[in-house]
T-cell receptor, first 115, second 115 residues
Framework: AQKVTQAQTEISVVEKEDVTLDCVYE???????LFWYKQPPSGELVFLIR??????QNEISGRYSWNFQKSTSSFNFTITASQVVDSAVYFC????????????FGGGTRLMVKP | DSGVTQTPKHLITATGQRVTLRCSPR?????VYWYQQSLDQGLQFLIQ???????AKGNILERFSAQQFPDLHSELNLSSLELGDSALYFC??????????????FGPGTRLTVL
């Protein structure tokens, strides 16, 4: 069965600090997809990134970067020079190719960025 | 704005009642997914419809049912409501059936409160 663990339930940083959100996943499938979503205080879920299990290249998008390591079953997310607007709950999610497109979410990490 | 719309935004009802949540997917998207976000269970996949047909089922209670109409909007029906059904219900949509596990775009959610 698929499972996603986000061990950090809450992180607090001061603006301009770098912060890494951890995500560890479990799956028996060889083809799977990993996602990150952001849930700001307004409540909606905002898609950030999708990676497939065959692409271990790290990705950078502005201040956001993702580190995918199959050897440790991790898909970590780093925010560089954090800003107050980054304050939100961040969810890591997994979908297995055989199970269709249903997303299994981790418990989420609440990030608070203080000015 | 993801392009996915959900109505109503808030719903307050009593135990034993029945409610209907409505979702319109992004223009052109054929798949609709329903998720439940509660404090104790986190974010859980309920059900997926693709072009009017049920595609995948998750932890959806028998008291809950859904359908997707010819115009691709979807409704989630919750009956014999219990206090524990209080949650944020999200609808998401994606372009395809999900066989390629493409990203899902989420609506703003409907917050259901059962008193």
């Amino acid at each position: 069965a698929q499972k996603v663990t986000q061990a950090q339930t809450e992180i607090s940083v001061v603006e301009k600090e770098d912060v890494t959100l951890d995500c560890v996943y479990e799956t028996r499938d060889t083809t799977y997809y990993l996602f990150w979503y952001k849930q700001p205080p307004s409540g909606e879920l905002v898609f950030l990134i999708r990676r497939n299990s065959f692409d271990e290249q790290n990705e950078i998008s502005g201040r956001y970067s993702w580190n995918f390591q199959k050897s440790t079953s991790s898909f970590n997310f780093t925010i560089t020079a954090s800003q107050v607007v980054d304050s939100a709950v961040y969810f890591c999610a997994l979908s297995e190719a055989r199970a269709g497109n249903m997303l299994t979410f981790g418990g989420g990490t609440r990030l608070m960025v203080k000015p | 704005d993801s392009g996915v719309t959900q109505t109503p935004k808030h719903l307050i009802t009593a135990t034993g009642q029945r409610v209907t949540l409505r979702c319109s997917p992004r223009s052109g998207d054929l798949s609709v997914y329903w998720y439940q976000q509660s404090l104790d269970q986190g974010l859980q996949f309920l059900i997926q419809y693709y072009n009017g047909e049920e595609r995948a089922k998750g932890n959806i209670l028998e008291r809950f049912s859904a359908q997707q109409f010819p115009d691709l909007h979807s409704e989630l029906n919750l009956s014999s409501l219990e206090l524990g059904d209080s949650a944020l219900y999200f609808c998401a949509s994606s372009a395809t059936s999900g066989d390629d596990n493409n990203e899902q775009f989420f609506g703003p959610g409907t917050r259901l409160t059962v008193l």
